[in-house]
């Protein structure tokens, strides 16, 4: 060991400011030959550069205020773009939901409604509780016919729609042979149009969907209108419900509200045709006259024209055009639902106008600043030569003085960390000079004895986690003996199964029982917990009720043996959740019985409904006793049923959110006419993507059966 003789007590930093002080002096000494001799034109420079920097400011200031407003105009679209978008959604969604209310009427005649209806010279009281009824030209409806009749229960549901969405001005219906209601009762003027040659009817009638029409003057002298239509089929005919929303609805709510009427917006469809913009009327015409639209591709100016084709597109960005005499900012972002563009505008000499009064003020500050830089130049030429000689004698002795003190114990703490750096762990230090040197030599001697010790735990941890990771690893492929191998071949379904545990190994499990006369049974369970014990216990539960299924083709009872079996077998208060469901090809049917799991799902007709299949039992292992009834159902060609454990609709994104049922059924009903491998394949994705780098927080399992 080497010894470093003791000194009177300085700390280090002390020691270290010292150091950067005389190197500081040295540098000054240096800088300052040079200086002496150029100081005299610092004024001029120092002047120049205010001034170039006052320019590079407002140039920058420009620039940043561009931008930002062509993100904040970008913003402002999208965000008005999206609420845009609810207005209709919410209109497809009410649409809809009337839709599905008037199928039922043509089979229910009798029904009748609370609102009643009234014809153009019968004036109702209250006109906001009155339904309008008439016969259109050409008509041969009788008040006696059935269609007139079962069409008379969808006034309260008018009514209902109706007070539902403020943005509506009317609902109403029109039949192929000619009825009409339309709600709230109005004062139709002059001689009423034949509604089913209007294009929103004709339109509704060749879409599977809500149709919506392009602005045309309405017949009830309400203005400018857009008309939202789904066409209905009936026993006796189309029926096409419709509403309308008026031009200035959309503008009040939408167009009016954006920069706080600094800017002007605009809604335009995919052709081309302005929807909406402030000052948008029909003027002094009504009664479903020809509304002539204007075009952005009508224009002579090849920006605008280049703008309408991005908007058309479905594009999201910003332009700068030329528009009314001044460049203008327009940024645009779609309308998704209905394939549309919004757009708002801003002028750019609005935006930069700060600008121009900032440039004005940096002129008068920037020469105020060269005659105050002129005046301390000539001052610090004085000043610096008198600190020039003092500082010139002080630099001197200083690093002399602290070259002896500081270098040495900095030099042995270098060949110690050497020594230690190349395995010599009992390499020691012996500082002694009463600072953070000595202190530091003592932490050193410390940390390479605590090292030592380290690296030895370290082996031995390291040497049992790798014994634990190959333990789990045999674990894991034991464990996925227990799953089969392959879905069973059944010629009149199409059938996939999967599971993904949280862990190395899981709790869940799947497996298909041949229960006799071609008859198969599916089994999807959930044991509670997870890791090592609910593995075993999955591993003990698959075999009680794969024989147990396999003895027994009544689902019921063999629910009943294995909960028998697993009750008795149980050592643990470990409990396991069934659904347990047998399909006979022959018969057509699936029957089951649900002990206490996710209950699955069936996605069936055209267009699809998802149904849950319901029947609820307490979980096996709980008493010792289990027995609960099977439910039976007949399935059809294209059936789709999936079974699934709370891994799926439990799986939660970076926010805490889960995956759920809705987007469970989402998912599937959109991929419903796919093989089921690539039905199984696409949820995961779903799920995946929902929960991006979060955790997997479960087991997930799946089985999917396709009836063909």
Same mark, same amino acid.
């Given at each position: 060991?080497?010894?470093?003789?003791?000194?009177?007590?300085?700390?280090?930093?002390?020691?270290?400011?010292?150091?950067?002080?005389?190197?500081?002096?040295?540098?000054?000494?240096?800088?300052?030959?040079?200086?002496?001799?150029?100081?005299?034109?610092?004024?001029?420079?120092?002047?120049?550069?205010?001034?170039?920097?006052?320019?590079?400011?407002?140039?920058?200031?420009?620039?940043?205020?561009?931008?930002?407003?062509?993100?904040?105009?970008?913003?402002?679209?999208?965000?008005?773009?999206?609420?845009?978008?609810?207005?209709?959604?919410?209109?497809?969604?009410?649409?809809?939901?009337?839709? %599905? %209310?008037?199928?039922?009427?043509?089979?229910?005649?009798?029904?009748?409604?609370?609102?009643?209806?009234?014809?153009?010279?019968?004036?109702?009281?209250?006109?906001?509780?009155?339904?309008?009824?008439?016969?259109?030209?050409?008509?041969?409806?009788?008040?006696?016919?059935?269609?007139?009749?079962?069409?008379?229960?969808?006034?309260?549901?008018?009514?209902?729609?109706?007070?539902?969405?403020?943005?509506?001005?009317?609902?109403?219906?029109?039949?192929?042979?000619?009825?009409?209601?339309?709600?709230?009762?109005?004062?139709?003027?002059?001689?009423?149009?034949?509604?089913?040659?209007?294009?929103?009817?004709?339109?509704?009638?060749?879409?599977?969907?809500?149709?919506?029409?392009?602005?045309?003057?309405?017949?009830?002298?309400?203005?400018?209108?857009?008309?939202?239509?789904?066409?209905?089929?009936?026993?006796?005919?189309?029926?096409?419900?419709?509403?309308?929303?008026?031009?200035?609805?959309?503008?009040?709510?939408?167009?009016?509200?954006?920069?706080?009427?600094?800017?002007?917006?605009?809604?335009?469809?995919?052709?081309?045709?302005?929807?909406?913009?402030?000052?948008?009327?029909?003027?002094?015409?009504?009664?479903?006259?020809?509304?002539?639209?204007?075009?952005?591709?009508?224009?002579?100016?090849?920006?605008?024209?280049?703008?309408?084709?991005?908007?058309?597109?479905?594009?999201?960005?910003?332009?700068?055009?030329?528009?009314?005499?001044?460049?203008?900012?327009?940024?645009?972002?779609?309308?998704?639902?209905?394939?549309?563009?919004?757009?708002?505008?801003?002028?750019?000499?609005?935006?930069?106008?700060?600008?121009?009064?900032?440039?004005?003020?940096?002129?008068?500050?920037?020469?105020?600043?060269?005659?105050?830089?002129?005046? $301390?130049?000539? $001052?610090?030429?004085?000043?610096?030569?008198?600190?020039?000689?003092?500082?010139?004698?002080?630099?001197?002795?200083?690093?002399?003085?602290?070259?002896?003190?500081?270098?040495?114990?900095?030099?042995?703490?270098?060949?110690?960390?050497?020594?230690?750096?190349?395995?010599?762990?009992?390499?020691?230090?012996?500082?002694?000079?009463?600072?953070?040197?000595?202190?530091?030599?003592?932490?050193?001697?410390?940390? %390479?004895?605590?090292?030592?010790?380290?690296?030895?735990?370290?082996?031995?941890?390291?040497?049992?986690?790798?014994?634990?990771?190959?333990?789990?690893?045999?674990?894991?492929?034991?464990?996925?003996?227990?799953?089969?191998?392959?879905?069973?071949?059944?010629?009149?379904?199409?059938?996939?199964?999967?599971?993904?545990?949280?862990?190395?190994?899981?709790?869940?499990?799947?497996?298909?029982?041949?229960?006799?006369?071609?008859?198969?049974?599916?089994?999807?369970?959930?044991?509670?917990?997870?890791?090592?014990?609910?593995?075993?216990?999955?591993?003990?539960?698959?075999?009680?009720?794969?024989?147990?299924?396999?003895?027994?083709?009544?689902?019921?009872?063999?629910?009943?043996?294995?909960?028998?079996?697993?009750?008795?077998?149980?050592?643990?208060?470990?409990?396991?959740?069934?659904?347990?469901?047998?399909?006979?090809?022959?018969?057509?049917?699936?029957?089951?019985?649900?002990?206490?799991?996710?209950?699955?799902?069936?996605?069936?007709?055209?267009?699809?409904?998802?149904?849950?299949?319901?029947?609820?039992?307490?979980? !096996?292992?709980?008493?010792?006793?289990?027995?609960?009834?099977?439910?039976?159902?007949?399935? !059809?060609?294209?059936?789709?049923?999936?079974?699934?454990?709370?891994?799926?609709?439990?799986?939660?994104?970076?926010?805490?959110?889960?995956?759920?049922?809705?987007?469970?059924?989402?998912?599937?009903?959109?991929?419903?006419?796919?093989?089921?491998?690539?039905?199984?394949?696409?949820?995961?994705?779903?799920?995946?993507?929902?929960?991006?780098?979060?955790?997997?927080?479960?087991?997930?399992?799946?089985?999917?059966?396709?009836?063909?």
């Amino acid at each position: 060991m080497t010894h470093v003789p003791s000194c009177s007590r300085l700390n280090v930093r002390a020691k270290i400011l010292l150091l950067f002080l005389s190197l500081a002096i040295v540098a000054l000494l240096i800088m300052g030959y040079v200086a002496f001799f150029s100081i005299s034109n610092i004024g001029k420079t120092a002047e120049t550069s205010s001034r170039s920097l006052g320019q590079d400011a407002v140039d920058e200031t420009t620039t940043a205020l561009q931008t930002s407003a062509e993100e904040h105009l970008v913003r402002i679209a999208t965000d008005q773009a999206e609420v845009t978008n609810v207005l209709f959604e919410d209109t497809d969604s009410e649409m809809e939901i009337l839709a %599905a %209310a008037a199928t039922m009427l043509p089979d229910n005649s009798s029904r009748t409604s609370r609102v009643p209806s009234f014809n153009r010279t019968d004036r109702p009281a209250d006109p906001n509780n009155a339904v309008l009824v008439l016969l259109l030209p050409g008509s041969r409806i009788t008040e006696d016919d059935g269609e007139y009749k079962a069409l008379e229960g969808i006034n309260d549901l008018l009514v209902a729609v109706y007070h539902a969405d403020e943005n509506m001005s009317g609902t109403y219906v029109v039949t192929d042979s000619g009825i009409l209601r339309i709600y709230p009762w109005a004062d139709m003027p002059g001689q009423m149009p034949d509604l089913r040659q209007r294009a929103w009817f004709l339109g509704a009638e060749n879409t599977s969907g809500v149709y919506w029409s392009e602005p045309y003057r309405d017949s009830a002298g309400k203005g400018l209108v857009v008309t939202a239509a789904k066409a209905i089929p009936t026993k006796y005919g189309t029926w096409v419900i419709g509403s309308d929303v008026t031009v200035d609805v959309i503008n009040a709510e939408f167009l009016n509200r954006t920069l706080d009427g600094r800017g002007y917006a605009v809604l335009m469809d995919n052709q081309g045709n302005i929807i909406s913009r402030p000052g948008l009327s029909a003027g002094n015409s009504s009664l479903d006259e020809t509304f002539e639209q204007e075009n952005v591709f009508t224009g002579s100016d090849p920006a605008l024209i280049a703008l309408g084709r991005n908007m058309t597109a479905g594009k999201t960005g910003v332009e700068k055009v030329w528009f009314n005499g001044r460049y203008t900012y327009v940024a645009y972002a779609p309308v998704m639902s209905r394939n549309w563009s919004f757009a708002v505008s801003m002028p750019v000499d609005e935006i930069t106008a700060p600008v121009d009064k900032t440039r004005d003020k940096i002129a008068v500050a920037t020469r105020d600043a060269g005659f105050r830089i002129n005046n $301390q130049t000539e $001052q610090f030429l004085g000043i610096f030569a008198l600190l020039f000689l003092s500082l010139l004698i002080i630099v001197v002795l200083l690093s002399v003085w602290l070259a002896r003190i500081i270098t040495r114990p900095v030099e042995l703490l270098k060949q110690g960390t050497l020594a230690l750096g190349q395995g010599d762990l009992d390499y020691r230090l012996d500082i002694q000079t009463g600072d953070e040197f000595e202190d530091l030599a003592a932490a050193f001697n410390h940390m %390479a004895g605590d090292l030592r010790q380290k690296i030895e735990d370290l082996r031995r941890t390291t040497a049992e986690k790798e014994r634990y990771t190959r333990e789990m690893e045999i674990a894991k492929e034991i464990q996925e003996t227990f799953l089969p191998e392959s879905a069973p071949k059944i010629p009149e379904a199409e059938i996939c199964a999967t599971t993904i545990p949280a862990m190395e190994i899981g709790g869940d499990l799947y497996d298909f029982i041949p229960a006799g006369e071609n008859r198969w049974a599916f089994v999807i369970a959930d044991v509670s917990g997870k890791g090592v014990s609910a593995a075993l216990f999955m591993a003990l539960s698959r075999t009680l009720i794969h024989a147990s299924g396999g003895a027994e083709a009544d689902p019921t009872a063999a629910i009943r043996q294995a909960n028998r079996l697993i009750y008795e077998d149980g050592r643990s208060s470990m409990f396991i959740t069934v659904f347990y469901g047998v399909f006979d090809p022959g018969r057509m049917t699936f029957s089951y019985v649900n002990a206490g799991h996710n209950p699955p799902l069936l996605i069936r007709g055209d267009p699809p409904g998802s149904q849950v299949l319901e029947g609820m039992g307490i979980a !096996l292992g709980v008493v010792p006793v289990v027995d609960i009834p099977a439910t039976t159902i007949r399935l !059809l060609p294209g059936d789709l049923i999936v079974m699934y454990t709370d891994g799926v609709t439990e799986a939660f994104n970076e926010q805490d959110a889960s995956f759920g049922e809705e987007r469970l059924v989402a998912s599937i009903t959109r991929n419903r006419s796919r093989p089921a491998e690539e039905i199984m394949a696409l949820l995961l994705d779903d799920i995946r993507q929902f929960c991006g780098n979060a955790p997997q927080s479960d087991d997930i399992t799946l089985i999917v059966i396709r009836v063909k």
